[in-house]
């Protein structure tokens, strides 16, 4: 089965680095005509950008797209658009921007997200604000604006990053896990606003990734023990797991998937002491 992607216009929010970055040099790695939206980009972009086809294996904190043309180089270098999808705006801007540029968008993946921690009780509402801004009003901010567009071309996917925090929360994480549990309900909502038109629209729960977010990779040992112990497969997971699940989601293969939470996490939490199996 082959999951054409060929020319298909993607948009990926978030796509100056980390899961972001990979997400959008994979799709361009499949011939699709993707579109990177982030608040900035590295000082040596120049408004379009060879894809790197893949992330490095090894934990990465920042696995940004190569410029470097390479022989696996797609057919259409990654253009990149400055845009905060908290600003309604900026979003209406830069989806507007990308529909005169190639004349429709055929999958969003609303990838953008930050992290704010802290107990509730030292939350200040300045950060809890920022957190629901970017990561439930960008989702609604850019679903909103793009739907239309989809709707005219009567097809069309949404994928939107939940997080495993949705299923699951940490301790000192209600702002993100709240926010990130919000999506999940936003976009079972969509999903039925949206059927008609058969777009499907689905969120997904990557577990731990180790990206400039969260610095898992640069943890002590000890911690970052602690934390692959709760995993089935006892391994970081890499942008290319997340990446790998997108692409099917956004092809033909998925256009009877809609409304769901995709669990990414290699089995996070699966059982209650999945270390067992690794005689840990
Ligand atoms: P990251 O921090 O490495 O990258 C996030 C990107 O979003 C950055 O380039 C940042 O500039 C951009 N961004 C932030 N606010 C923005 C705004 N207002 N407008 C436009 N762009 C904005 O994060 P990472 O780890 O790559 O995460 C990507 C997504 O995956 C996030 O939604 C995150 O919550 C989610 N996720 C990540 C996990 C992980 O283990 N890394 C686990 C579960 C979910």
Redesign the pocket.
């Known amino acids: 089965m082959e999951l054409d992607l060929k020319d298909r216009v993607v948009v990926v ?9 990979v997400i959008a040099g994979r799709f361009a790695a499949e011939g699709a005509r993707v579109v990177a ?4 980009f590295p000082e040596d972009a120049d408004g379009a950008a060879e894809p790197s086809p893949s992330s490095d294996p090894a934990p990465s ?2 696995p940004a797209p190569s410029n470097a043309p390479g022989p696996n180089a797609a057919p259409h270098p990654i253009t990149r658009l400055t ?5 309604p705006e ?1 979003v209406s801007a830069a989806v507007s921007e990308i529909v005169e540029r190639h004349g429709t968008i055929d999958v969003l993946v ?6 704010v921690d802290g107990p509730v009780a030292d939350l200040e509402w300045e950060r809890w604000r920022a957190c629901f ?3 439930m009003g ?1 989702v609604f901010l850019m679903s909103r604006a793009v739907a239309p567009v989809m709707q005219e071309a009567g097809r069309g996917r949404i994928l939107n ?5 949705a299923i699951v929360p940490s301790v000192g994480s209600a702002a ?1 896990a709240a926010s ?1 549990a919000a999506v999940v309900q936003f976009t079972r909502v969509l999903a039925s606003e949206l059927g008609p038109w058969d777009i499907t629209v689905n969120a997904y ?10 610095g ?1 990779a640069e943890m002590p040992q000890d911690a970052q023990d602690r934390l692959l112990d709760t995993l089935s497969l006892r391994r970081w ?1 890499s ?1 290319d797991d ?1 990446a790998n699940l997108l692409i099917v989601l956004a092809s033909d293969a998925a256009g009877y998937v809609t409304g769901t939470l995709l669990d990414v ?1 290699g089995g996070k939490l699966a059982t209650q002491i999945p270390a067992r199996a690794y005689g840990r």
Request: some cysteine; charged content about 15%.
């Open positions: 929010t978030g796509a100056a680095r980390g899961i972001g970055a939206l982030d608040l900035a904190s920042d845009c905060n999808v908290a600003d900026s609303n990838n953008a997200g930050i992290n801004d970017v990561n960008g990053a939940a997080s495993f925090a993100y990130k729960a990557p577990g731990m990734v180790p990206t400039a977010m969260n898992f997971e942008p997340v996490s």
